[in-house]
């Protein structure tokens, strides 16, 4: 932080002796900081100090000419004072408090009075701007170096319009005074190569350095908006305000917090670690407290919370979705202070609709006329005075913007239409020379003028066009021979001749202008371009579907197609992790497009492969198979004629996919049989791990669940860096399969385990479903209670993320467990507020039966109609939220054939109520159909039917006696494959059909 520090000597005699002189200096300190936008904060005991900003970014010149005003202000005054001593110092320490009092000691170490002093820091950065004495460790100024400062140069001109900014200040002024509560300013401005200098004046104008960092600038970098709906505001969240959540949030806001957060962490850094299949809400959680701690902290420093938003119509609509919510739900926090920044374009009808709330304000940035025209021309060029004519011709062909008709008058002093008389300028009307009509050409005279050194940076800026982060283009620099102080001064050289824009990420002003400048750095440097895309391609675009994005459009932007293709597959794979089928489909068709045009023929197949295989899989996401029958066709042709192929193995992966979601499990466990050996052969232990873990599901498919265990357990040993995805997947097929055989413990431990690691990977389907899975589990056990608390789990998440399918069946979970506890009228109140369905009637009737109400249970049960549910695919890519039975038994196909499980439960439910009415019902279930045995419910329809049949024994009637007796084996026989002892224990006696199971066998003496 660079700071200027005032002592006035024996300042409480001065105030006593001459009071007026004293606040006539503290009224123009206060009026010189405003001028230049730098914040005052007075000390105790005469001292003050301003704060000029950060090193990084200060401006030299403005500083040095602000130091010597205050100086100025001084010295006019100083045959009145005691004495005073200025130190131009940088601190690390951002309170003003604090580095005032080591200000202060540094300023008793001096020798002399009455003069402007610098550490050495300073003094190295002001060296070639400034004559210094050194005295001991510091030095002081004694003017300016003639012959070096830029100060001295009258052409040195600000980029930003004095009066539009006094202008949109006094438009602001309503909001920031508090005269209007909820209200938001919409800045139409057209001229976007000059709006970055606005806005970063209007800042340094509004807030003080130590805080200008945090303010929030929403924007969209071109081009990134089509594969990341999220990226105007990656950008503008700064790591350093999450270490101070705890101070700004309460204890609840926290905790979310410390959820939600990781969504940030992610699109700005992690790789590949979240799989968020709800990425727009829990975005918007994080940005929502984000932006709370922001809005907080600038109430707390008495800060207006300032809030850009630029280029509202080029968002993606999920940006705008979040943009809307984030102002209405924030808009009572009394320091909100919003903007947008838009060019012509209308902003979004959505968006406007959706803020009807806030009081509109509106500001036109219109272009110059001729009255600035005529005054900043005669600031650059004292004396000047161009024709009125010519003055109208130059702004329409300027189109009346700042920074091109300063570099227009600049190339026409360059060719001799302005010229120098004994420091005044004049225009020649008799020199031939025709006014171009091209803007552009005046710009290019400026850019080929440059040194070398400038040169360069600047075409790595047009190279790049914004995309890279600055600290790359800055290492890129310092490989090739410049050091960092030299990249920092170049770019801010570009900056302030109005080149570039931008600070984290500098953009060209001037986008035209990048054809004729590769030209001219090709004669100068030709290793540039070469060296600086090997460069990019070793080190951007590894982490974030963002930086990934960037470097593949810096490479088709400028004709790299073929090392663009090299980056296309892990982009697609970025966007899939984020799951937006629709959104990966449109970008793999323009893709296409866009690549194929510029690709040998070679590369048009790799293309077609690549793409293809990300079709396929964004398809299966989807749930829409059926969309991808064309490209699997293309798929199967090309892996006939692959011998060898690196990517083989995920190519047949892929493939085993779609034919075990459309029910072709045979088909489906060749091809992963396939690809295990392809990963086997190739030495790729992760790939090995992912086939493993296909043939386990695709065995559970086909009812072979034992087998299904054997490969989920050779899965969790050779698992090495899996993504989250088909991580989760493992965890939900292997804990559906530990639920069938009866291993409940277990079952638990896994899908508690996969819920978990589907919280931490924000993948909330997937974490409500293993939720659910781990409801079943609780349930089948007798855990009714613990089941109520998991449901309950399962409910916010269906809320929180508009699951409403997901959330009718939790609802019906929850009626049921209500039910087996015993509480008939809870149970029935909320089951009938639900959706009808046979699951819904079902526990309805149960509710009923277990309150003591059979006929109203029977009556319910006598009006359901079944419906057969066709086994055509295998939902485990992804989830159809039916019923509770078929998103976990209906995983496997052997529960489905013919007559799916939930359809016998259901027919031997309603065949019990009936009494002996349903013997021949529960004998067809029991003895007529080939049901699997690991089917969890097979003791209970035995039971159902030995409590049909009646006491005595008929003949052609099934013994009453022996069928209990095998409903007591079967249910013994599952008990068995519990491992945990408290967990059999329970089921047998806290299941309640167990337990009345058991209460029959122990009054038969059977057990």
């Not at 006094?170 to 938001?184: A, F, K, M, V, Y």
């Not at 650059?380 to 008709?405: D, H, V």
Request: glycine letters at 6%.
């Amino acid at each position: 932080m660079l700071y200027l520090f005032i002592k006035i000597n024996h300042y409480t005699q001065l105030e006593t002796l001459y009071g007026l002189l004293i606040t006539d200096i503290s009224y123009k300190f206060k009026q010189i900081g405003e001028h230049y936008a730098i914040p005052l904060f007075s000390v105790p005991g005469g001292n003050f100090l301003f704060s000029l900003g950060e090193r990084e970014v200060i401006d030299l010149d403005r500083a040095i000419a602000f130091s010597l005003k205050v100086n100025d202000i001084l010295q006019e005054k100083k045959e009145k004072l005691f004495g005073f001593n200025l130190m131009l110092c940088v601190r690390q320490e951002e309170d003003p408090a604090v580095a005032a009092k080591q200000l202060e000691r540094s300023l008793l170490m001096v020798e002399g009075r009455e003069k402007l002093w610098l550490d050495k820091g300073v003094a190295s950065m002001l060296e070639k701007k400034a004559d210094l004495k050194q005295c001991n460790e510091f030095f002081y100024i004694q003017g300016l170096s003639v012959e070096k400062a830029d100060l001295k140069d009258n052409r040195k001109i600000s980029l930003v319009r004095e009066i539009v900014l006094d202008k949109l200040l006094e438009r602001l002024s309503p909001l920031l005074n508090g005269e209007i509560e909820q209200g938001i300013l919409f800045v139409n401005d057209r001229s976007k190569n000059e709006r970055g200098f606005l806005i970063d004046r209007l800042v340094r104008h509004l807030i003080p350095p130590a805080f200008s960092k945090q303010v929030l600038r929403f924007s969209c970098r071109k081009g990134l908006s089509r594969f990341s709906p999220f990226q105007p505001f990656i950008d503008s969240v700064e790591t350093g305000l999450f270490e101070q959540a705890a101070v700004f949030l309460s204890p609840t806001e926290l905790k979310v917090w410390q959820e939600v957060s990781g969504v940030l962490r992610y699109l700005i850094y992690d790789h590949g670690r979240l799989c968020a299949d709800k990425l727009e809400e829990d975005l918007y959680l994080a940005l929502n407290l984000y932006v709370l701690v922001y809005l907080r902290m600038m109430e707390q420093n008495l800060l207006p919370g300032l809030i850009i938003f630029e280029d509202l119509p080029l968002w993606p609509a999920a940006a705008v979705r979040i943009c809307i919510r984030l102002l209405r739900d924030l808009a009572y926090q009394p320091a909100l202070l919003p903007l947008v920044f838009t060019a012509k374009e209308k902003n979004p009808e959505e968006f406007l609709t959706g803020i009807d709330f806030l009081k509109h304000l509106n500001f036109t940035i219109r272009p110059m006329n001729l009255h600035e025209i005529k005054e900043i021309s005669s600031l650059l060029y004292p004396g000047l005075i161009i024709p009125r004519g010519e003055a109208e011709q130059i702004s329409e062909i300027t189109k009346g913007r700042l920074i091109p008709f300063v570099h227009y008058l600049n190339f026409l002093q360059k060719k001799g239409k302005i010229q120098e008389r004994e420091n005044l300028y004049t225009w020649a009307p008799d020199m031939t020379l025709s006014l171009p009509a091209n803007p552009y050409t005046a710009t290019w005279s400026l850019v080929e003028g440059l040194p070398l050194r400038l040169l360069r940076v600047l075409f790595i800026i047009y190279f790049t066009a914004g995309l890279v982060h600055r600290g790359i283009i800055i290492e890129f620099l310092q490989n090739n021979g410049m050091s960092r102080e030299d990249s920092e001064e170049s770019l801010q050289e570009l900056s302030g001749l109005g080149l570039v824009g931008g600070y984290n990420f500098v953009y060209p002003l001037f986008q035209p202008l990048k054809k004729r400048l590769k030209t001219l750095i090709d004669q100068q440097e030709p290793q540039l371009c070469a060296g600086l895309m090997e460069y990019l391609l070793q080190t951007a675009g590894k982490n974030t579907l963002v930086e990934i994005a960037a470097l593949y459009l810096i490479l088709i932007r400028n004709h790299h197609a073929h090392e663009a293709l090299e980056v296309l597959p892990g982009l697609l794979k970025e966007q899939l992790f984020q799951f937006n089928p629709e959104g990966i489909m449109v970008s793999i068709d323009r893709e296409d497009h866009f690549l194929r045009q510029e690709l040998d023929q070679r590369d048009q197949e790799e293309l077609s492969r690549v793409i293809s295989l990300i079709r396929l899989q964004g398809a299966i996401i989807a749930g829409k198979p059926e969309e991808a029958l064309e490209t699997v066709r293309i798929l199967q042709e090309r892996a006939a004629r692959l011998e060898r192929d690196e990517s083989k193995g995920n190519l047949f992966l892929v493939l085993a996919r779609f034919f075990l979601i459309n029910g072709r499990d045979h088909s489906a466990l060749g091809l992963a049989k396939k690809a295990l050996l392809e990963f086997q052969e190739q030495g790729e232990e992760g790939g090995e791990s992912l086939a493993y873990m296909e043939i386990g599901r695709i065995m559970l498919a086909s009812g072979k669940v034992e087998e299904s265990l054997e490969y989920f357990g050779f899965f969790e040993k050779a698992a090495k860096s899996v993504p989250p995805f088909n991580e989760l997947k493992s965890f939900s097929a292997h804990s559906t399969a530990l639920f069938i055989t009866g291993n409940y413990s277990l079952a638990l431990n896994t899908a508690q385990e996969g819920r978990l690691r589907a919280g931490a990977a924000e993948c909330h389907e997937w974490e409500l479903l293993l939720g659910f899975i781990e409801v079943r589990i609780l349930f089948e056990i007798g855990k009714y209670g613990e089941a109520v608390k998991s449901l309950e789990q399962c409910l916010c998440i269906a809320g929180l993320y508009s699951f409403a399918e997901a959330g009718d069946l939790v609802y019906r979970w929850l009626g049921r467990c209500y039910g087996f506890l015993g509480q008939m009228e809870r149970a029935v109140e909320l089951l009938g507020k639900l959706e009808p369905s046979v699951e819904r009637d079902l526990f309805t009737a149960e509710a009923f039966f277990l309150g003591g109400e059979r006929l109203k249970a029977q009556d319910i049960m006598e009006r359901i109609t079944l419906t057969e549910k066709e086994a055509d695919f295998y939902p485990l890519e992804y989830i159809q939220w039916l019923n509770g039975f078929e998103v976990v038994e209906g995983r496997c196909f052997s529960f489905l054939q013919g007559r799916s499980l939930f359809n016998r439960l259901v027919t031997s439910f309603r065949a019990f109520l009936r009494g002996a009415e349903g013997i021949e019902e529960l004998y067809q279930i029991t003895r007529g159909e080939k049901i699997s045995s690991f089917d969890p419910y097979l003791s209970l329809y035995h039971f159902f039917y030995s409590l049909t049949l009646p006491e005595e024994s008929h003949r052609g009637i099934d013994d009453r006696l022996t069928v209990l007796n095998k409903a007591l084996m079967l249910v013994q026989q599952r008990a068995a494959r519990i491992e945990n002892p408290q967990d059999r224990w329970q089921y047998l006696h806290r299941n309640y059909w167990n337990r009345e199971l058991l209460k029959a066998a122990e009054l038969k003496k059977l057990i």
